[in-house]
């Protein structure tokens, strides 16, 4: 048995090992918090997308599915409020398979929830290794046309298809010339992240009042330490702006948990597909740049050695 004890053993493996998980489910996962407490009890994994800031929890069985964690799942949710809800066991029984299709069909579109069987396998006298099997996971496509087809929502189901479909081309770029980037799938929402290898730091390009930006967003749970961070790399404005060769809006986001540095573009209208390949093109080309100048400040390997006051 690679894992002899689920909470002992089995929760601070995947807590250090979450790619595993990052890969299954196509997103930039973030695992920061093991055995966070909802009232009297203990949910196995908390954290969050990178990619959208939305909230990730996961609970684990080194054991089948049974009518127990299902019950603990609902209530984890309840307390938490994710978008994202992972459960992994070792199988699942019918019964269990067929409530997370049914919650999927019935939950909004921030809502999903995947189930996940580990498996020990062991090809010849190779050593044990873990194979994670992604089993049951939300059919996204049936619930934007269930939700597009309610005239309360049909505007902003037009908007988050729109989004969706932008961010969809623009991850197609990425994937194909900078996979390294990014695991993320898509998003309906006006901005899509990119890690920078540092928790609450990401690259974030975005639609803000209606214009397209690329900025470095500090997303920390700590406001102490997204100040902290982005008045360090203000201090180091002279340099930056010189090695990117632009010029930046420096934003405290005041009275805001977040800071950000925004670069902004001439687009100001995403309904333009016929414009959409120059906005990909130079979204990728302002991730390109910010990345480099980064680095040439000491950039996240400064910005990880930074505490607030």
Known sequence: MIWPNEARDFTPWLLQNVDVLSDLLGMDLVLDVAEHPVGSFSLDLKGYDETTGEVVIVEN???????????QIITYAAGTDPTTIVWVTTGFRPE???????????????????????RVVKIGNSQAA????LVAQPNDWEKQVKKATSS???????MVRQYRDFWEAVLEQIRANHPEWT????????????????SGVVLSMAWVN???VTQIYFDSR??????????????????FETA?????????MSGRKGARIVLNSTFNDISATERWPEMITWLIEQQTLFRGTLSAVGGVAALRDIRPL
């Open 152 to 158: 309360a929502h049909g505007e902003a189901s037009a």
């Open 222 to 239: 700590d406001a102490d330490l997204n100040r902290a961070r982005f008045d360090w790399l203000r201090e180091h404005r002279s340099a």
């Open 210 to 212: 209606g214009s397209l």
């Open 96 to 118: 269990h398979r067929a409530a997370i299709d049914w919650l999927n069909q019935r939950t909004d579109d921030n809502t999903r929830v995947f189930g996940i069987v580990i």
């Open 61 to 71: 069985q080194l054991e089948p599915s049974n009518h127990t964690h299902l019950g």
């Open 244 to 252: 990117l060769g632009q010029t930046l809006s420096w934003d405290e």
């Open 130 to 133: 873990p194979n994670f099997e």
């Open 183 to 198: 695991r993320a799938q898509t998003s309906g929402a006006p901005w899509c992240n990119t890690p920078l290898g540092l």
